[in-house]
Nanobody
Framework: QVQLVESGGGLVQAGGSLRLSCIAS????????MGWFRQAPGKEREFVAA???????????LYADSVKGRFAISRDNAKNTVYLQMNSLKPEDTGVYYC?????????????????WGQGTQVTVSS
């Protein structure tokens, strides 16, 4: 089992920044592909970003087109933590953000590829 705990959500004005964190436990973090997803009210959960370790210091990254150039995913294996740095936030970025983990090192871009999920953290961007 993998446990995931997100933090860092909140209310921010459009154009602002937030950094989400997700601490993982229960599996070798350096061998675990991680992802961030979000769900807006009345909409389905959607992919945001993913990080798959390819070496002790490197990762393969994947982003949704809607966040490319604004969001950055990163990991700190020593802290068992994955981050999502969100810049130039827009009202349409509002939603509950979920951290997810795979039981593999392979990159994943869809929710059904992930085996473990956090409880989510709310991000609200005001216009």
């Amino acid at each position: 089992q993998v446990q995931l705990v997100e933090s860092g959500g909140g209310l921010v004005q459009a154009g602002g920044s937030l950094r989400l964190s997700c601490i993982a436990s229960g599996r070798s973090f350096s061998s675990t592909a991680m992802g961030w997803f979000r769900q807006a009210p009345g909409k389905e959960r959607e992919f945001v970003a993913a990080d798959a370790p390819i070496s002790s210091t490197g990762s393969r990254l994947l982003y949704a087109d809607s966040v490319k150039g604004r969001f950055a995913i990163s990991r700190d294996n020593a802290k068992n933590t994955v981050y999502l740095q969100m810049n130039s936030l827009k009202p349409e970025d509002t939603g509950v953000y979920y951290c997810a983990a795979r039981s593999t090192v392979l990159l994943g871009g869809t929710s059904n590829e992930y085996d473990y999920w956090g409880q989510g953290t709310q991000v609200t961007v005001s216009s």
